[in-house]
């Protein structure tokens, strides 16, 4: 049977003791295996025989060193969803943007420190679907000696949200690529690994967390799914939201918490309720018409000693378009923004950028309606090149890129209002250039040009501060009155409202090539994606590191 493996060789410090920053090596071996779930057996890509993989444990300033070594029939890389990569763009991951894929039966070596970073991140395969089941945690911990800023938890717990297939997610995404349609929804949802109970299938339980009373304990949540945004919810306990994506946050209290693909969210939970049993629910937010309902993943938290008692079930989940909900969650979202960690927030815009983000159909004449479906940032649809964008821009190779990606699009229209009569994109690899240092703001607009939708955009290499969002079009007179520029949320990941937009800001201070997309996998598969270029600024530490000897060849 083909299989991966991956190494991140042999847990042992190779500094001395007293030295706080250390290399870190983990040995993973990532093989197919026969995994059930939904009372159906299929062959997935686990990490040790694991699905999801270990979670990998790290402190803030160590250096990581990840050997890939793939034996599968497909091309592999895997990213480090959130890490800075500063200089080492090389070890980011994403296939064609910052490296070539390790083909089957070649090996990559990644290697980067964690720099200035702690918190809750993750890492998943970048490329084709497979990170449907290809993905991990990776809990960076503060430096010795440097406590929480908030009340220290007796005990942690990793939450990783995801999807689950019946049928290969390869073939499901190949079948919609060659029809033009959109691919089929998942099966369930899942709370590591697990949907919970299945009808008809007895033997299938969820996920069990147990608790001590009066205990304080932080949940590490991880939203791995491929296409939805997920509700969160304990019945009976309300919990403390302190950290998004691997960023410290105002602390504040919620009975519901929305996270997006690509985002990690850590909680505080008081385990101060009455000694039972009480469920634990995942179910979809869907603010857009075009989504259609699956399965609610559930699990259990228990009080130590019972186990046998009764469940408690939720008074009520969120229904399904629970906008409401989902916005006062992500407007109570603030940077802690104290003296130990300050928000940075950029005051002067260097580059000011308007990009739509949107979806159509382009022309596909072996497709099953003449058309298919497509998406675009300013109506460009990204194509991914055939050598990786960042060795054509180390190495100077041109014709692989252009440095003419709009700042703006093309058209002005009512971007979520009346729909415009052309819903075709225009094709290509093309970035934006900023130079070193330069500071960004970018205006992140939906459009209805097939149904609004929201679409969680990630940032490779920076984290940036959602300094501003809102329904409707993106009114500059007004809107940007209300910018928050005091302590807005900081995140590698922001959800761009259905029907409406986000402002972001950043300081491209990390020279490279970073790719920008949808985190929903379906639109990222449709060219909802496009990529900066850092230029080095003054002397080598200002520039990008040249590439491993071992970097992959297309």
Known sequence: MAWIRIMLLLAACLLPLSVEAMVRHYKFNVVMKNATRLCSTKPI???????????????????????????????????????????????????????????PGQVYVHNFTVTGQRGTLW??????????????????????????????????????????????????????????LAPNISDAYTINGHPGPVPHCTSREGFKFQVELGNTY???????????????????????????????????????IVIAPGQTTNVLLKANRAIGKYLVAVSPFMDSPIVVDNVTATAILHYSGSLGSTLTTLTSLPPENATPVATNFTNSLRSLNSKKYPARVPTKVDHSLFFTVSLGFNACPTCVNGTRFIAAMNNVTFVLPTVSLLQAHFFNISGVFSSDFPRKPPIVYDFTGKQPTNFMTTIGTRVYRLPYNST??????????????????HLHGHNFFVVGKGLGNFNPKW??????????????????????????????????????????ETHKTWGLKMAFV???GKGPNESLLPPPSDLPKC
């Open 534 to 536: 850092v230029d080095n």
């Open 218 to 256: 932080l949940l590490r949540i991880i939203n791995a799914a491929m296409n939805e945004d997920l509700f969160f919810k304990i019945a009976g306990h309300d919990v403390t939201v302190v950290e998004v994506d691997a960023s410290y946050t105002k602390p504040f209290k919620t009975n519901t």
């Open 479 to 520: 809107d940007t009155k209300k910018f928050n520029l005091v302590d807005p949320v900081e995140r590698n990941t922001a959800g761009v409202p259905s029907g409406g937009w986000a402002a972001i800001r950043f300081r491209a201070d990390n020279p490279g090539v970073w790719f920008m997309h949808c985190h929903l």
């Open 45 to 103: 890509v686990t990490v040790n025989g694991k699905f999801p993989g270990p979670t990998i444990y790290a402190r803030e300033d160590d250096t990581l060193i990840v050997k890939v070594v793939n034996h599968v029939k497909y091309n592999v890389t895997i990213h480090w969803h959130g890490i800075r990569q500063l200089r080492t763009g090389w070890a980011d991951g994403p296939a064609y943007i910052t490296q070539c894929p390790i083909q």
């Open 123 to 180: 890492w998943h395969a970048h490329i084709l679907w497979l990170r449907a089941t290809l993905y991990g945690a990776l809990v960076i911990m503060p430096k010795l000696g440097v406590p929480y800023p908030f009340p220290k938890p007796h005990m942690e717990q990793v939450i990783i949200l995801g999807e689950w297939w019946k049928s290969d997610t390869e073939a499901v995404i190949n079948e919609a690529l060659n029809s033009g």
């Open 440 to 457: 960004v703001q970018i205006v992140l607009q939906d459009t209805g040009m097939i149904a609004p939708d929201n679409h969680p955009i």
